[in-house]
């Protein structure tokens, strides 16, 4: 058994699985096992989360008016190719 | 013209042919398609709104420029219309509506090779090796901990909320994941950006929730290691 759960090279290749919830609950436990007692492997996983809140302020939902009239024109056309 | 909305887009996956895929088609989803099956105007515009971003966005990352990225998102409305008839609400109709945008970016690809599926590419990506964090970060077999950290992982100061979503920051994020190798790219983009589920994912891309996984994770490290670089470069900018 490894005191630590699982090493810390192990760790980083486990982080995304746990997040998705996906890991077994032996791995699960050795994950939060080495988590409870490894500073720097806290603060890896904090850093990934931290990449995730900002990948996802990179979103954007504007849409341009001056975009809908091609559009409008594109499907106008298409109507009436097809009746 | 002839608009081919077919290939991937198209066909059914067997696989699927009863789980209805990631929660299938809403009655919502149904009531526009039915719209636009009837030439309805406002149910175009809807979905024009809801997803003409998101289009944009996908395109973009597969074409380089935006006059392209526009006429590839004009094209795949023109593929929606020509395959809305066939449209049978198996998938959600904004996975069907990516596939067929995905499709047609790709033939257009300037990024990459055109004429590989998307799901042999993210096998290939997936297949690599690619430590999350290079093996020279870590304690070899020579010292006291193997395969614990060299030295301590530095931290991004002491507000490192703060300095994650710092437009400074962000710019340089939206830089590394342009860099990230395409399905990379792709998968991280749609997750983490635009928060698809991993389902949905799986059945835009049309790759196995494993491969999603791996691409998923190698995506995200790098983007951790490169805030990491931008973090610890700080003081060597103007």
């Known amino acids: ?83 | 013209m002839s608009v081919n909305t077919g290939g991937e887009a198209g066909t059914r996956d067997p696989r699927r042919a009863d789980s209805g895929g990631p929660g299938g088609t809403t009655a919502e989803e149904l009531a526009l398609v039915e719209g636009l099956r009837h030439g309805d105007e406002d149910a175009f515009l809807t979905l024009v709104r809801r997803y003409q971003a998101l289009l944009k966005r996908v395109a973009r990352m597969y074409v380089r420029t935006d006059a392209v990225a526009d006429e590839v998102v004009q094209e795949t409305w023109l593929g929606v219309f020509e395959g809305i008839e066939r449209f049978e609400g198996r998938a959600s109709l904004k996975t069907w509506v990516v596939r067929i945008l995905m499709n047609r970016a790709r033939s257009r690809g300037e990024r990459e090779s055109r004429m590989v599926p998307f799901s042999a590419l993210a096998a290939e990506e997936a297949g690599r090796s690619d430590p999350a964090v290079p093996a020279e970060r870590f304690q070899d077999a020579a010292r006291n901990y193997p395969g614990h950290w060299s030295v301590p992982l530095p931290r991004w100061g002491d507000e490192p909320e703060k300095w994650v979503i710092s437009l400074e920051t962000l710019e340089y994020l939206r830089g590394a994941i342009e860099q990230l190798p395409s399905a990379q790219r792709t998968v991280v983009t749609l997750r983490d950006e635009q928060e698809w589920t991993a389902e949905e994912v799986c059945e835009a891309l049309g790759i196995t929730e494993a491969n999603q996984r791996v691409l998923l994770h190698r995506g995200r490290s790098k983007l951790r290691k490169a805030l990491e670089a931008r973090y610890e470069a700080r003081g060597a900018r103007p």
């Open chain 1, 1 to 83: 058994m490894n005191p630590w759960g699982v090493d810390c090279n192990e760790f980083v290749e486990m982080v995304t699985e746990y997040l998705e919830g996906t890991l077994g609950e032996d791995d699960r436990v050795r994950f939060e096992q080495h988590l409870t007692m490894c500073g720097s492997c806290r603060d890896y996983l904090e850093q990934i989360r931290l990449t995730l809140r900002a990948t996802g302020k990179l979103r954007t939902e504007d849409v341009p008016a001056e975009g809908m009239e091609p559009l409008l024109k594109v499907f106008r056309k298409w109507k009436q190719g097809r009746s």
